[in-house]
């Protein structure tokens, strides 16, 4: 018999797949009474992960992401604890790329305590973080235009320059990541910046807590087999992370 968490990860994954999933086929699959299923998709409609519809569900309608102050905080330990996982994968003297994203903007405090690599980044708030550490780390702000709460440059200038570089690793904070269908960002010019780091790196590295595994959002920017590492939070389950791990991408968690 499952538990209701692991029922509720089941009627997650099922909806991934499908727009619209009834409450008869998830009381037959999950081997429970539809009063069951009732209580969890009530139970994962209040929590915003859902809409109910009459005999199922379907996945919400993501037409707008939360401003970047209010999705900054949200699963704020899990992105402190990939953070310093993720700062163990650079070797002394590499050269990286970081996307800009709340998870990205956790990271640059650990980064900020390393020496002797190159940065590049788009994110306005991670160099911020880095110059006022007094870090001895190479620096580069990448230019381009301001067109969005998130704190970073954009655009053709942004991707101009980002093309100038070729480094070993970059770090990327998706959206959504899906093993059969990819990787996402929620803003197309998100997804640019991400596509063309991942293009001009030696090595990928997704940070990526938990809830993201199995969703997709907008746009998408990568494939799974473009990914070298995915580094989550602890509580990933097995389920989640085995579809990535079948496809050759290799997991790091937080311990």
């Known amino acids: 018999m499952m538990w209701p968490k692991e029922r509720h990860q089941r009627i997650l994954s099922m909806l991934s797949?499908?727009?619209?999933?009834?409450?008869?086929?998830?009381?037959?699959?999950?081997?429970?009474?539809?009063?069951?299923?009732?209580?969890?998709?009530?139970?994962?409609?209040?929590?915003?992960?859902?809409?109910?519809?009459?005999?199922?569900?379907?996945?919400p309608n993501r037409g707008h992401e939360a401003p970047f102050e209010n999705r900054r905080d949200e699963q704020i330990r899990a992105k402190q604890g990939i953070a310093r996982k993720a700062v163990t994968l650079i070797p002394p003297g590499s050269s990286i790329f970081v996307d800009a994203g709340t998870t990205t903007t956790v990271f640059g405090q650990s980064l900020a305590k390393?020496?002797?690599?190159?940065?590049?980044?788009?994110?306005?708030?991670?160099?911020q973080t880095i110059k006022s550490?007094?870090?001895?780390?190479?620096?580069?702000?990448?230019?381009?235009?301001?067109?969005?709460d998130v704190p970073a440059t954009y655009g053709e200038l942004t991707l101009s320059e980002i093309r100038r570089f070729?480094?070993?690793?970059?770090?990327?904070?998706?959206?959504a990541v899906h093993a059969e269908e990819g990787m996402f960002s929620f803003a197309l010019k998100e997804a640019e910046i991400a596509r063309t780091m991942i293009s001009q790196a030696r090595q990928?590295?997704?940070?990526?807590?938990?809830?993201?595994?199995?969703?997709?959002?907008?746009?998408?920017?990568?494939?799974?087999?473009?990914?070298?590492?995915?580094?989550?939070?602890?509580?990933?389950?097995?389920?989640?992370?085995?579809?990535?791990?079948?496809?050759?991408?290799?997991?790091?968690?937080?311990?």
């Open 17 to 59: 797949g499908n727009q619209l999933v009834s409450a008869n086929d998830l009381a037959g699959l999950l081997e429970v009474s539809r009063e069951t299923v009732r209580r969890d998709l009530l139970e994962l409609d209040n929590k915003g992960l859902i809409d109910r519809v009459h005999g199922g569900a379907v996945l």
């Open 204 to 255: 990928n590295v997704l940070l990526c807590d938990r809830t993201k595994f199995g969703t997709t959002s907008r746009v998408r920017f990568a494939k799974t087999r473009d990914i070298d590492y995915l580094v989550t939070d602890h509580l990933a389950k097995p389920d989640q992370i085995e579809p990535f791990t079948r496809a050759g991408v290799e997991i790091v968690t937080d311990k």
């Open 166 to 175: 070729n480094v070993d690793l970059a770090f990327i904070g998706p959206v």
């Open 133 to 148: 550490s007094g870090s001895d780390i190479d620096l580069i702000l990448l230019g381009g235009q301001i067109v969005s």
């Open 114 to 127: 390393l020496s002797g690599i190159m940065l590049i980044t788009n994110s306005i708030e991670i160099a």
